[in-house]
T-cell receptor, first 114, second 109 residues
Framework: DVKVTQSSRYLVKRTGEKVFLECVQDMDHENMFWYRQDPGLGLRLIYFSYDVKMKEKGDIPEGYSVSREKKERFSLILESASTNQTSMYLC?????????????FGNGTRLTVT | GQNIDQPTEMTATEGAIVQINCTYQTSGFNGLFWYQQHAGEAPTFLSYNVLDGLEEKGRFSSFLSRSKGYSYLLLKELQMKDSASYLCAVMDSNYQLIWGAGTKLIIKP
């Protein structure tokens, strides 16, 4: 079974802090994604990566950056946290073999910025 | 713009059948996914449809009509553990997923 592990389930940070969210997958997947999930909205893609050291902006990249130095690890960075970044953050991975490969999600990190 | 519509919440009785609808308007179409998400947990993949028709997987079935921009997820013999949110997502012409807001399904005994 594919396992996607996010380092923290809950985080509380102050406005202006730099925040790191870590995600690791154990199935040698090429593709990795960061989403945020807010009530009443569909999942919104922040950034994604199709390979090591590659990154692509999603729909809402402003205020975020990412790092993929190793295939199994995809980090999301909030350079200067703001209250409107309070959200549930979901990491996902998929194989790059087929465009319709399903996503495998981590359990999420609920971030509160005060 | 691109849009996915699903009902916000539905209630059904244990043992019954429920149909969760999803309508979409997207730039192109490369398939439709259904995911299940229990409260506080990761979404998990249920089904993928790219051709018209019904796909059955045990108690769950998914239907697609591309001409109508419409899909539904059918859950039979409902169990309490089926209480969850069900997410519909469409892959557009750029192979990007567009997500609906999800349908929260409440199962009552």
């Amino acid at each position: 079974d594919v396992k996607v592990t996010q380092s923290s389930r809950y985080l509380v940070k102050r406005t202006g802090e730099k925040v790191f969210l870590e995600c690791v997958q154990d199935m040698d997947h090429e593709n990795m994604f960061w989403y945020r999930q807010d009530p009443g909205l569909g999942l919104r893609l922040i950034y994604f990566s199709y390979d090591v050291k590659m990154k692509e902006k999603g729909d809402i990249p402003e205020g975020y950056s990412v790092s993929r130095e190793k295939k199994e690890r995809f980090s999301l960075i909030l350079e200067s946290a703001s209250t409107n970044q309070t959200s549930m953050y979901l990491c996902a991975s998929s194989t790059g073999q087929d465009y319709n490969s399903p996503l495998h999600f981590g359990n999420g990190t609920r971030l509160t910025v005060t | 713009g691109q849009n996915i519509d699903q009902p916000t919440e539905m209630t059904a009785t244990e043992g019954a059948i429920v149909q969760i609808n999803c309508t979409y308007q997207t730039s192109g179409f490369n398939g439709l996914f259904w995911y299940q998400q229990h409260a506080g947990e990761a979404p998990t993949f249920l089904s993928y449809n790219v051709l018209d028709g019904l796909e059955e997987k045990g108690r769950f079935s998914s239907f697609l009509s591309r001409s109508k921009g419409y899909s539904y997820l059918l859950l039979k013999e409902l169990q309490m553990k089926d209480s969850a949110s069900y997410l519909c997502a469409v892959m557009d012409s750029n192979y990007q997923l567009i997500w609906g807001a999800g349908t929260k399904l409440i199962i009552k005994p």
